[in-house]
């Protein structure tokens, strides 16, 4: 392709809110063998809801999402967000604005109001939060942030988390003080278009894959409903970058789709890196592309846009 063809192709991804950063990875999404989705952020829609919550300690159920809430304040991840609005509409129902921008003030003058001081926090990419409350330690994430942390999950606790991931819902786990106080059930749907996307790619001879920190039975409960079946779960953020790593290994060109700070190794070490537009920054830095209009379809979008441009006869 001529540079000017390079430029065209470029002016026509934008259009399409499909930004590539460079000539070099416009020619490369062409040959892309494999597909490698982020689960949570990327297929889904990363705006996760409460669907449960359990509760130990004779804990009251106000005071403990006001604890997580807190914990979570300064995270980024969806997961973190969803808990903040589940906590507000706890506290403040029957009092909702009637804008969403006037919703967004209210809630930041508020929550200034009623979380709790916290020190010492820490976001864990792949695990959760941590920090401290009242000179005592929260954590708030999955499983191997607790065990980590030399806490037991009790079997009644286990029953409830594996309920929930047979149905392909997320367990956050709750311990303050040493031990758990509570866990918390939450769901993130799937983006529309995600299960088409997933279609097309196969239809155009190239693999799709999951990679995910989350849980394995949450994991493939997801992974059957968008139709993927080769799926990488409990993966951190390092082995997120390995599984881009071996399947190159052949030769193959690999792509990454994700959002989040986690996704930035893996979005760096794929022949094709694509952040969502929505996700972090840092994996907006890391990517080749950025599909600004959070859409999958725009997967499609640049690897057609790719095949078009430098597949034409020289
Ligand atoms: P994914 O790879 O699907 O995007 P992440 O690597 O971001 O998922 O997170 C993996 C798991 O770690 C989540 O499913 C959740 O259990 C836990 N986790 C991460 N961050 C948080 C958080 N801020 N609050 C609660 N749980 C978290
Ligand atoms: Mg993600």
């Avoid at 952020?41 to 130990?56: E, M, N």
């Avoid at 969806?78 to 969403?100: E, V």
């Avoid at 031990?179 to 790619?201: Q, S, Y």
């Avoid at 155009?204 to 139709?227: C, F, H, L």
Wanted: net charge neutral.
């Amino acid at each position: 392709a001529t540079p000017t063809a390079v430029m065209v192709a470029t002016g026509v991804g934008a259009n399409h809110g499909v930004l590539v950063k460079g000539g070099d990875a416009l020619e490369r999404a062409k040959n892309v063998k494999y597909v490698i989705f982020d689960k949570t952020g990327t297929l889904t829609q990363g705006k996760a809801t409460i669907t449960s919550t359990k509760i130990f300690s004779g804990i009251d159920l106000g005071d403990f999402l006001t604890l997580v809430a807190s914990a979570e304040a300064s995270s980024e991840h969806p997961l973190a967000k969803a808990i903040l609005d589940y906590a507000f509409h706890f506290h403040f129902f029957g009092k909702l604005p009637s804008s969403k921008d006037d919703m967004k003030k209210r809630k930041q003058a508020i929550f200034s109001q009623w979380l709790l001081e916290v020190a010492d926090f820490s976001a864990l990419p792949g695990r959760g939060v941590q920090c401290l409350i009242s000179g005592k330690k929260i954590l708030v994430g999955n499983r191997s942030l607790i065990t980590e942390n030399g806490i037991n999950i009790p079997e009644d606790a286990e029953n409830f988390l594996v309920d929930l991931e047979l149905n392909a819902k997320t367990g956050v786990l709750v311990a303050y003080d040493k031990k758990l106080i509570g866990l918390i059930g939450m769901t993130d749907p799937l983006k529309r278009e995600a299960v088409v996307v997933v279609e097309g790619l196969k239809k155009m001879g190239i693999s799709p894959v999951m990679v995910t920190g989350d849980n394995w039975r949450t994991a493939q409960a997801v992974a059957k409903e968008v139709g993927i079946e080769d799926v990488r779960a409990e993966v951190m953020p390092a082995g997120k970058a390995d599984v881009i790593r071996s399947l190159q290994k052949d030769g193959s060109v690999v792509a990454m789709v994700g959002d989040g700070i986690n996704d930035s190794p893996a979005l760096a070490a794929a022949d094709v890196g694509m952040a969502i537009g929505a996700g972090t920054d840092i994996a907006i830095e890391a990517a080749d592309y950025v599909l600004v209009r959070n859409n999958l379809e725009d997967v499609i979008t640049a690897i057609d846009l790719s095949r078009k441009t430098f597949n034409r006869i020289r």
